[in-house]
């Protein structure tokens, strides 16, 4: 029997997969449903060996190798200081480096499923389309975290070791990290589901670097709209406090709550809208 969505490895290898207990199929037994946690289970073992985790280590090395060029060759004008120098990596990664990072890692995520017809093999297995749908995208939140500690851990050495700037690490810069987490929650959905429905690799990470180029123009026109447009709502997340922007907002609860209550609302409509569009892209036996 295949796999809950067959084939698992992004090599295209036909490889052994991790299965969830499936129906009885005849046997006269009764169905067995696999609980929540079972789905992350699978879903998180099938990254293992996928793309999200070279993505996960060249994104937060790239910005932070653009932001250190960009501060060396600018210290007539900056102040050396790790703060100063933490505004210009994350002026690189908020505006573009991350939603293209999120757009990777979803595309990375179902690509197994678009190499051969296995999203098919769900009309025979007792597992709703919306339930499996929803456990491959909330896993991708793992790598997402991960990414933005490396990031954290890239940008203190690259101050300490290459550019020899004094002093800790604001915590302003990590406390921003983590947030941009819970701010990419309607960002992560809505990539999934158009990773969900294109089957090409490509498709949906071109529409998310027009959603980013967008989310540059939208971002600092107003909370409202910048709240509304996913992309830039993770660029308001990581650029609270930052020097190289003179409207980014502080890290007072007046900023933060509005992000929080974006991520919040927009999380729950891209979100159904994923679970949505699962049930009508799946034919069920």
């Known amino acids: ?16 997969t991790p299965a969830l207990p499936a129906a009885s199929c005849g046997t006269g037994r009764p169905v067995r449903r696999a609980g929540w946690a079972a ?10 060996r996928s793309l999200v985790w070279s993505i996960v280590a060249v994104l937060p090395v790239l910005a932070v190798v653009s932001g250190s060029v960009n501060f060396a060759m600018n ?16 002026l690189f990664y908020g505006l573009f480096f991350f939603s293209i990072a ?12 678009h190499r051969s017809s296995s999203w098919n093999y769900m009309a025979t297995t007792p597992h709703s389309p919306a339930a499996l749908a929803l456990a491959k995208t909330t896993v991708v939140l793992v790598p997402l975290a991960v990414m933005q500690m490396l990031l954290v851990i890239a940008t203190w050495l690259s101050g300490l070791v290459l550019l020899h700037l004094d002093g800790g ?3 302003g810069f990590t406390v921003c990290a983590l947030l941009a987490v819970v701010a990419a929650v309607p960002l992560v959905g809505w990539q999934s589901a158009l990773s969900m429905r ?11 670097l027009a959603g980013a180029v967008i989310g540059i123009a939208v971002a600092y026109q107003s909370r409202s709209l910048a709240g509304l447009w996913p992309y830039s709502l993770v660029t308001r997340a990581l650029t609270l406090g930052s020097s190289a922007l003179t409207d980014a907002g502080g890290l007072e609860w007046s900023s933060v709550g509005p992000i929080l209550a974006w991520a919040a609302a927009g999380g729950a409509v891209f979100w159904a809208l994923l679970a949505y569009a699962a049930g009508r892209a799946t034919p069920r036996a």
Not at 103 to 112: F, M
């Open 102 to 113: 999120v757009a990777l890692l979803v595309a990375a995520a179902w690509r197994p499923e």
């Open 1 to 16: 029997m295949p796999g809950l969505f067959g084939p698992g490895d992004s090599s295209g290898a036909t490889q052994p």
């Open 39 to 48: 789905l992350l289970v699978v879903e998180a073992l099938k990254l293992r």
């Open 169 to 171: 690490l604001p915590i």
């Open 75 to 90: 210290q007539a004008v900056l102040s050396p200081t790790l703060e100063a120098f933490t505004s210009q990596v994350t």
């Open 198 to 208: 294109l089957r090409s690799f490509a498709a949906p990470v071109a529409l998310g």
